[in-house]
């Protein structure tokens, strides 16, 4: 698995999803206190961007 920075962790706010794209993939990143989790950016049941809320 290879890293890709995509904003500062100063910039994501704790528990708020933000979306990215990363070599056209959406992503969507979750900050939890000094974790950051990266997921898919689409639901699976419902085929929306999980950083839209």
């Given at each position: 698995m290879?890293?890709?920075r995509v904003c500062s962790l100063t910039?994501?706010?704790d528990d708020v999803p933000a979306g990215f794209e990363v070599d056209?993939?959406?992503v969507v990143l979750v900050r939890q206190g000094e974790?950051?989790?990266a997921l898919a950016d689409?639901?699976?049941h419902a085929e929306i961007a999980?950083?839209?809320g």
């Open positions: 290879t890293a890709v910039d994501l706010k056209t993939v959406p974790q950051v989790y689409v639901c699976s999980l950083s839209e």
